[in-house]
């Protein structure tokens, strides 16, 4: 929240001083600095958030005589990374540990299960899926497929049961077979329903009650998500109160910079992040990394 | 802290409504909201450029900024712009009228809502009188064929799903078997891909060589971002499709996407999908399209919509409440209608300025209060229904506990049948016409508005706040 506002507030006040930066010399022009914001507008990060950081580090680059290109978006890279939430433990690594995750449909939610399922259990966990999208044609049959690649338990009920049973259940079975990784799979909505999400929080809630081991609650978010996934972010967040995000489809040419939106205003970590077809395609986020393929305007 | 496209270019507007006379630089502070909103609604950046650009050689023509209402000439001049660039005219499909089958083919990204499209345009060709056959071409996917054929099942398509390894051979075995499944156009469910994943592109242009589709639709995600000009340039160009399926438009994106799509490739945008629901595929208007986001409300599209769902009993039900009076069954009935609209918010955000009343009422829409209105109109004997005048003290505490509701809910909702009643001596007018009137509709919907739980006070007090909340 503050980095936003922040920048908004420091906007006004780079506006009056701009005159005063103009003149700046150096190796980089006043192309630069254009190219810089619409690369920063084309990869989702907002107009009014890529305007403030523009002239941001303009006035960063006066007061520390950074020059070049080069120095400049490695500067701007390390400020966008400083401003992600940082997790305080992963879900994935903890053990014992329950994750549910959410999203608009589409997605990627049920892969991202899959692909996690196959990880934990390669990692030595003992993992089993709930199935809770018990609404979308074959969601069932989907996650059954991904189950049985990574050869892990899946828990469901037929379609148009009661998803929050299917939580109930998967926790009854864990408890009995040992499990220590619990993923379950919800069902896409759109975060405007308000009856889908009173249905989520239903969901959510009777998994904090049934579970013994800690719930974690993770957003789904397709990087290829526009202005709009703030909104969505924010939905799911004062629905369910979330732990963090991952961010799918990240081998397109969508630079997901809406993330950085939402994981600085409202506070949540990134955990994973998509980033291929494969089953092993899920990597740990580091932000710098995920930073500066933002700033930098060469792919794009 | 962003507000809607609507919003935005609203507040601009009354701006410069408030001024007798625009300059120049007042034109320019107005571009520039209209710019940032635009970039927040996801439209490509290149295109606001453009955009952004020729508004503003227009507006400074002079016979705008002399004219005495320069204002309503900036706003005519941005909404014209804003429709030219959705595409000017009404494109649906175009189907040969002398082959059999049709063949229509979707391609997109992953997650873009291909198969749910597939369905939806299934069902929409049936009500049309076609036969469609559905052809599960997503082989690589889990369970996608799966789900093709659940929802066809739920439209009543046959869907065809061949060996399940190859969607060349299944695309072309829909087509030969259409004849003996008695389909009359064959719609090919392709699998989601990047579009800079080569093999996969070119498996996309197999498909399209072999079945010859006489449409190929890209379905694209409202939501979707600036990627999207990359996205789609890549599809127009290896696959050459020939108009877009917007999905996911119930949500709250603003669709900028829809803008982006036009002005890059000039391919129109055929069909918005709105729901979840097989029925909820729309034709796409770009004119109201363009109305709806410069805040100017869709009034035809709901009209359009009520009287698709007004069959011939609930017009000779309007008849008999015109000349008998309104009852509590009517009541009901109507209850019942607005739900099939989608709500009093739908409602709502269609009709002018509907999306900045929601936003300034303090808890949002109550859409609850159609739910209790209908417990307390089910607590009442069929008597009462019909002659909600003999609904006394005693009576009214009965329908009360019966509803769980308090009295005063009670009182409340015997006020809103009572000025309800009155209306229709309003509409009486209407029935000439043998249309709904717009306005009509809306001042129904501030009564809706109206009917939410008392908080103690009178009738005046709620006119006067509906009366502010219409002049803000």
Same mark, same amino acid.
């Given at each position: 929240?503050?980095?936003?506002?922040?920048?908004?507030?420091?906007?006004?006040?780079?506006?009056? $001083?701009?005159?005063?930066?103009?003149?700046? &010399?150096g190796?980089?022009?006043e192309?630069?600095?254009?190219?810089?914001?619409d690369? #920063? *507008?084309?990869?989702?990060?907002?107009?009014?958030v890529?305007?403030a950081?523009?002239?941001?580090?303009?006035?960063?680059?006066?007061?520390?005589?950074?020059?070049?290109?080069?120095?400049?978006?490695?500067?701007?890279?390390?400020?966008?990374?400083?401003?992600?939430?940082t997790?305080?433990?992963?879900?994935?690594?903890?053990?014992?540990?329950?994750?549910?995750?959410?999203?608009?449909?589409?997605?990627?939610?049920?892969? $991202?299960?899959?692909?996690?399922?196959?990880a934990?259990r390669?990692?030595?966990?003992?993992?089993?899926?709930?199935c809770?999208? $018990?609404?979308?044609?074959?969601?069932?049959?989907?996650?059954?497929?991904?189950?049985?690649?990574a050869?892990?338990?899946?828990?469901?009920?037929?379609?148009?049961?009661?998803?929050?049973?299917?939580?109930? %259940?998967?926790?009854?079975?864990?408890?009995?077979?040992?499990?220590d990784?619990?993923?379950?799979?919800?069902?896409?909505?759109?975060? =405007?329903?308000?009856?889908?999400?009173?249905?989520?929080?239903?969901?959510?809630?009777?998994?904090r009650k049934?579970?013994t081991?800690?719930?974690?609650?993770?957003?789904?978010?397709?990087?290829?998500?526009?202005?709009?996934?703030?909104?969505?972010a924010?939905?799911?967040?004062?629905?369910?109160?979330?732990?963090?995000?991952?961010?799918?489809?990240?081998?397109?040419?969508?630079? &997901?910079?809406?993330? *950085?939106?939402?994981?600085?205003?409202?506070?949540?970590?990134?955990?994973?992040?998509?980033?291929?077809?494969?089953?092993?395609?899920?990597?740990r986020?580091?932000?710098?990394?995920?930073?500066?393929?933002?700033?930098?305007?060469?792919?794009? | 802290?962003?507000?809607?496209?609507?919003?935005?270019?609203?507040?601009?507007?009354?701006?410069?409504?408030?001024?007798?006379?625009?300059?120049?630089?007042?034109?320019?502070?107005?571009?520039?909201?209209?710019?940032?909103?635009?970039?927040?609604?996801?439209?490509?950046?290149?295109?606001?450029?453009?955009?952004?650009?020729?508004?503003?050689?227009?507006c400074?023509?002079?016979?705008?900024?002399d004219?005495?209402?320069?204002?309503?000439?900036?706003i005519?001049?941005?909404? %014209?712009?804003?429709?030219g660039?959705l595409?000017?005219?009404?494109?649906?499909?175009?189907?040969?009228?002398?082959?059999?089958?049709n063949?229509? @083919?979707?391609?997109?990204l992953?997650?873009?809502?291909? =198969?749910?499209?597939?369905?939806?345009?299934?069902?929409?060709?049936?009500?049309?009188?076609?036969?469609? #056959?559905?052809?599960?071409?997503?082989?690589?996917?889990?369970?996608?064929?799966?789900?093709?054929?659940?929802?066809?099942?739920?439209?009543?398509?046959?869907?065809?799903?061949?060996?399940?390894?190859?969607?060349?051979?299944?695309?072309?075995?829909?087509?030969?078997r259409? &004849?003996?499944?008695?389909?009359?156009?064959?719609?090919?469910?392709?699998?989601?891909?990047?579009?800079?994943?080569?093999a996969?592109?070119?498996?996309?242009?197999?498909?399209?060589?072999?079945?010859?589709?006489?449409?190929?639709?890209?379905?694209?995600?409202? @939501?979707?971002g600036?990627?999207?000009?990359?996205?789609?340039?890549?599809?127009?160009?290896?696959?050459?499709?020939?108009?877009v399926?917007?999905?996911k438009?119930?949500?709250?994106?603003?669709?900028?996407?829809?803008?982006?799509?036009?002005?890059?490739?000039?391919?129109?945008?055929?069909?918005?999908?709105?729901?979840?629901?097989?029925?909820?595929?729309?034709v796409?208007?770009?004119?109201?399209?363009a109305?709806?986001?410069?805040?100017?409300?869709?009034?035809?599209?709901?009209?359009?919509?009520?009287?698709?769902?007004?069959?011939?009993?609930q017009?000779r039900?309007?008849?008999?409440?015109?000349?008998?009076?309104?009852?509590?069954?009517?009541?009901?009935?109507?209850?019942?209608?607005?739900r099939?609209?989608?709500?009093?918010?739908?409602?709502?955000?269609?009709?002018?300025?509907?999306?900045?009343?929601?936003?300034?009422?303090?808890?949002?829409i109550?859409e609850?209060?159609? $739910?209790?209105?209908?417990?307390?109109?089910?607590?009442?004997?069929?008597?009462?229904?019909?002659?909600?005048?003999?609904?006394?003290?005693?009576?009214?505490?009965?329908?009360a506990?019966?509803?769980?509701?308090?009295?005063?809910?009670?009182?409340?909702?015997?006020?809103?049948?009572?000025?309800?009643?009155r209306?229709?001596?309003? #509409?009486?007018?209407?029935?000439?016409?043998?249309?709904?009137?717009?306005?009509?509709?809306?001042?129904?919907?501030?009564?809706?508005?109206?009917?939410?739980?008392?908080?103690? &006070?009178n009738?005046?007090?709620?006119?006067?706040?509906?009366?502010?909340?219409?002049?803000?």
């Amino acid at each position: 929240m503050a980095f936003i506002d922040r920048l908004k507030r420091g906007l006004s006040r780079s506006r009056e $001083t701009l005159n005063e930066i103009l003149y700046f &010399g150096g190796e980089v022009g006043e192309d630069f600095w254009e190219d810089l914001e619409d690369t #920063l *507008v084309l990869g989702d990060m907002g107009a009014d958030v890529a305007i403030a950081v523009t002239d941001d580090l303009r006035d960063m680059a006066a007061r520390k005589g950074l020059r070049t290109d080069r120095q400049l978006r490695s500067a701007l890279a390390r400020r966008i990374a400083a401003e992600f939430a940082t997790a305080d433990v992963d879900p994935f690594d903890e053990n014992p540990s329950c994750v549910l995750f959410v999203g608009i449909n589409g997605a990627g939610k049920t892969t $991202t299960v899959g692909k996690l399922a196959n990880a934990g259990r390669d990692a030595g966990r003992r993992v089993i899926i709930g199935c809770g999208d $018990t609404f979308r044609a074959a969601a069932l049959e989907q996650l059954d497929v991904w189950a049985k690649r990574a050869d892990v338990p899946i828990i469901s009920r037929p379609r148009g049961a009661d998803p929050a049973s299917v939580c109930y %259940d998967v926790l009854e079975e864990g408890a009995l077979r040992g499990s220590d990784l619990v993923l379950i799979d919800t069902a896409g909505r759109l975060h =405007t329903s308000q009856d889908l999400m009173r249905e989520l929080a239903k969901v959510v809630g009777v998994t904090r009650k049934k579970a013994t081991m800690p719930v974690h609650v993770v957003l789904v978010v397709d990087a290829t998500t526009g202005q709009n996934g703030l909104s969505q972010a924010k939905e799911f967040h004062s629905a369910l109160e979330l732990d963090g995000l991952i961010v799918t489809k990240l081998d397109g040419t969508a630079k &997901g910079g809406i993330a *950085v939106a939402i994981s600085s205003q409202l506070g949540l970590p990134i955990f994973r992040i998509g980033v291929g077809e494969s089953i092993e395609d899920f990597e740990r986020f580091d932000a710098l990394e995920f930073a500066t393929a933002l700033v930098d305007g060469s792919a794009s | 802290m962003f507000n809607s496209l609507q919003d935005r270019l609203q507040d601009t507007f009354d701006k410069l409504r408030g001024k007798g006379r625009l300059t120049e630089d007042d034109i320019t502070v107005a571009m520039r909201e209209i710019r940032l909103a635009l970039l927040e609604a996801d439209v490509n950046f290149r295109v606001v450029k453009k955009f952004v650009a020729d508004c503003k050689e227009q507006c400074l023509a002079t016979d705008v900024l002399d004219s005495l209402t320069p204002a309503q000439n900036v706003i005519r001049v941005v909404l %014209d712009e804003l429709t030219g660039l959705l595409g000017s005219t009404e494109s649906s499909l175009a189907l040969a009228p002398n082959r059999k089958p049709n063949v229509i @083919m979707l391609v997109g990204l992953q997650g873009s809502g291909k =198969t749910t499209a597939a369905a939806k345009l299934a069902y929409l060709l049936k009500g049309q009188g076609r036969h469609p #056959l559905l052809a599960a071409c997503d082989v690589y996917r889990p369970a996608a064929a799966d789900q093709l054929e659940t929802l066809g099942r739920e439209v009543g398509v046959p869907v065809f799903r061949g060996d399940g390894k190859d969607p060349v051979a299944i695309a072309q075995g829909a087509v030969a078997r259409a &004849g003996e499944e008695g389909a009359d156009v064959v719609i090919v469910d392709t699998a989601g891909r990047l579009q800079i994943d080569e093999a996969m592109m070119a498996e996309a242009v197999a498909i399209k060589r072999a079945v010859r589709p006489d449409q190929v639709l890209m379905v694209v995600d409202a @939501m979707t971002g600036q990627d999207l000009v990359n996205v789609v340039t890549e599809f127009s160009e290896k696959t050459d499709f020939d108009g877009v399926i917007m999905s996911k438009l119930d949500g709250d994106a603003r669709g900028g996407g829809a803008l982006s799509v036009r002005a890059v490739t000039g391919k129109p945008i055929k069909f918005v999908s709105m729901g979840e629901r097989p029925d909820s595929l729309e034709v796409f208007h770009p004119d109201r399209m363009a109305k709806r986001i410069l805040g100017m409300g869709d009034v035809v599209g709901i009209i359009e919509q009520a009287e698709a769902l007004a069959d011939e009993e609930q017009m000779r039900d309007a008849e008999r409440m015109l000349n008998e009076g309104f009852t509590m069954d009517d009541m009901l009935k109507q209850m019942a209608s607005i739900r099939k609209l989608g709500g009093v918010g739908k409602i709502l955000s269609m009709l002018p300025g509907g999306e900045r009343m929601m936003g300034q009422l303090p808890q949002g829409i109550d859409e609850g209060v159609v $739910t209790r209105m209908e417990a307390m109109i089910r607590s009442m004997t069929p008597e009462e229904r019909n002659r909600p005048k003999i609904i006394n003290g005693m009576r009214r505490a009965r329908i009360a506990k019966g509803s769980g509701r308090s009295v005063q809910e009670v009182n409340q909702l015997i006020r809103q049948w009572d000025e309800m009643n009155r209306m229709m001596g309003k #509409l009486r007018s209407l029935q000439n016409s043998g249309k709904l009137n717009p306005r009509a509709m809306k001042s129904m919907m501030q009564s809706m508005q109206e009917g939410r739980p008392p908080q103690g &006070g009178n009738r005046a007090q709620r006119r006067m706040q509906a009366r502010k909340g219409k002049r803000r």
